[in-house]
């Protein structure tokens, strides 16, 4: 039996990560799990599972939970998170959280020993040169949960390193793939959010639309395998069947398939090297791979570009892309000026080498007031 918290349980990959504990039940102990602010899905979970800690939105939903589950114990908000991160017992903490709010409890639970499975790929964006070195330094394992890097992760096992030439991301393209630049002036909130291959949360489906999701997801790929930016590539597979290929020195390519299941990234970060049985038939039909087109999706090169001058910029990309995709959501920007405030953004700040997790986030918090008061107004 090992523990097992959650953070973000009632999103899509967490959901997903309940259903892989309540198939698998003999073998985890679920302690811990912060929720969501629809509060059936959360009552859902809480019937479903006991836990010991429970992280809620705010403090008002505190009196009904606690009534309900007097055993459990309730706490909130941010500093809730890092409740259920440093809960006292040891085990492993998938954080489920979207956007720049899994950093700290990333962090803090790594600083209580804890092991990490990480679907927030914006811990790593924005600091992944902290936390590789707290990895090291309290001895965890950090476990990607992303199926690209999952993927990529399965084709390098018993693999050395120095042996990699380089490693390729598939991208499917997200909603807008067939749309060129132009038809891209008038797309609406509903469109985006139609992934055409996976169900995920708003915020991944619209980075996906603008390929912001790919370039998050080379700068992850950057620190989790430990590889320079001109050995991690991107192609466009619109099946979503090949999810990422390492290619070695000798010529000989390993690549991973399967279906857009996010079960089995999240199952294999909980229970690897084991695998469990699942009932998939991948039927291989036609695969089809473009190169990347980076006038077609320019913030995939912006991202490219602000990895490899690392320091501050992956988090002043990441914060501007986060503010203005929330704007796009609620409609007081077009999908296009998602992109041009990424880029403008990026172009006005200026470096800082060697950040400390405080000025990161600081400027995280800076970047995003100063695009909601910019461009939310209007
Ligand atoms: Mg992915």
Redesign the pocket.
Known sequence: MRNIYILGAAGSIGLQTLTVLKENREHYHLVGLSLGSNHKTNFEILENFSVEIVCLRDETMILSYQKDYPDTSFVYGEQGLIEVATYHKPGILVNALSGSSGLKPTIAAIKTNKDIALAN?ETLVMAGDIVKKLVKEYHVNLYPI????SALWQAMNGEDKSFIKKLV?TASGGSFRDLNRKQLENVTVKDALKHPN?AMGDK?TID?ATMM??GL?VIEAHHLFDLEYDQIETILHQESIV?GLVYFIDGLVKASLSVSDMKIPITYALFHPNRRAYEHNLELTNLSFKPMDFNRFPLLQVAYDVGKQGGIMPTVMNAANEAAVKLFLIGKISFLDIESIVIETVKSYVQIEHPSLEEIIKTDQEVQEMIRITYGKR
């Open positions: 790929k992303d199926s690209e890097h991301i996976w991944i996906s999701n790919k997801e999810h």
